[in-house]
């Protein structure tokens, strides 16, 4: 049995750099990687997606300029689109192909299970290791309804690799995926229809940031059906017929499943390495991202976190210290923002006042219309906000929304000053740029004054 420091299982964003950084300290290491290198991100998620909105929002931004004078004919090459797409996750996959040949690293393409705590099994070998790290990541949750089975539905894992997009493409779940790739779909052409169970659009969000992404939506002729449910599915030459339970059937020839995400978790993690999950089937994990088992941990989405690719990636530089035997980094011991890729994007940072309130922290929120904002009316793009939760007694900022253009952008802003620790007070002080987007940021924070 060849023996190891460390094995890592999955090449995801944040097993990739801990392997490497582990063999560059002269640390024996192996990892397992039973599909294509990078994971999801680079492969299926977040690579591909937004090579592919950058072509839908380009079309999509032309389309307006009519708006302020400008006319514009759009015309989409859908298969070239999408050979971008593949040709970019291509550059990128082997970036991380070629990073790990350059390491020190034992590559084991094949997939991993434990045979028992510190034993791994890839085929007919056996590898044995001092630290283990689970890397799994997710894949696409699959709702179990009737005819879907052995359709050729379409998942994040094989949306990319269409030639061409469907006609009338449908979409179950209005959350970041089904969002993103059914506006985007919609941009290049596709007639697209979502049905979600939620009574509004990406539900986990504020009221009204659903309501900016609906009127969003609405313009680029995007049907949404809410509290509905799809109860089952045929498909015949090409043709899908979606039944929902109020017995609307919609037709389509093409169906993405977007209804959130399942983790992986490799054989014989319970049974043999003895190792826990939580409630929701995840690996359960503490603040220092160690499983139930010593010396065995787990990063990024699998350990069931928000699930974003800089998690995964900022889990590699807590880790690298924890296996050592530096506990002063924990999981939760960051500020946490994200975004929502539609057009207008959504921009998140901490609490909103609701997480706030549920928690019993004093708060006051402000928000600031970009109908308010020079640039915003300047460049036709009113849509959006900008909202601040800042502590109602110390001043301190404990979260943002932001939704508006390149609001994923802008949100850094908010992001940098809760980082740094400072109050509003700072943020109310400062003198951005005129006429651009982040001068509606002090103007938000004088709203507290
Ligand atoms: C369509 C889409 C768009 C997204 N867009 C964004 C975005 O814009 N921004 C953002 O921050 N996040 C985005 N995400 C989320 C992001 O992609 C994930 O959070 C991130 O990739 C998770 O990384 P990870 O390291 O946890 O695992 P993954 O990247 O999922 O890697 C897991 C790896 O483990 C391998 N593996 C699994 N089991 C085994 C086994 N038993 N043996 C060997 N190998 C195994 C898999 O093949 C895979 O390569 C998106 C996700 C999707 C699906
Ligand atoms: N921009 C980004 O950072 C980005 C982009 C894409 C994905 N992601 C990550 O990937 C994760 C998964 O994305 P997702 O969109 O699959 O999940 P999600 O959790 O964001 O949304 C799932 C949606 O499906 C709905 N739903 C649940 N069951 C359903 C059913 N049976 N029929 C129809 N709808 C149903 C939910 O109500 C919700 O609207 C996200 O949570 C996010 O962490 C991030």
New binding site residues.
Partial sequence: MARYDLAVIGSGQGGVPLAVDAASQGRSVVLFERGAFGGTCVNV??TP?KAFLASAHSAGRARRTAEIGVHCEVRVDAPAVLQRVRRIVGVWREGVEEKLARSAVHVVRAEASFDAPHVLRAGDDTYEADVVVIDTGTS?AI?DLPGLAGTPYLTNANFFLQDALPKHLIV???????L?LGQGAARLGSDVTV????DRL???EELDTCSVLTRALARDGISVLLER??VAVAHDDGRFEVTLDDKTVLSGDGLLI????RPTIPAGTVERAGIALDARGFVQCDEHLQTSVPNHYALGDVAGQ???THVSWEDFRRLRSIIVGDRSRTRSDRVLG????TEPQVGRVGMTRDDAQKAGIPCRDVTYQLADVARGIEWNLEDGFFRLVVHAQTDAILGATFVGYEAGELIHVILAHMEAGSTWRTIERSVHIHPTFAEGIPSLARLLL
């Fill in positions: 998620g977040c997606s696409a709702p179950l779940g209005s959350g970041y995926i089904g993103e049905v979600t169970p939620d990406v539900a986990r449910r799809a977007a209804i959130g995400r928000p699930q974003f994200y975004a929502m890729y």
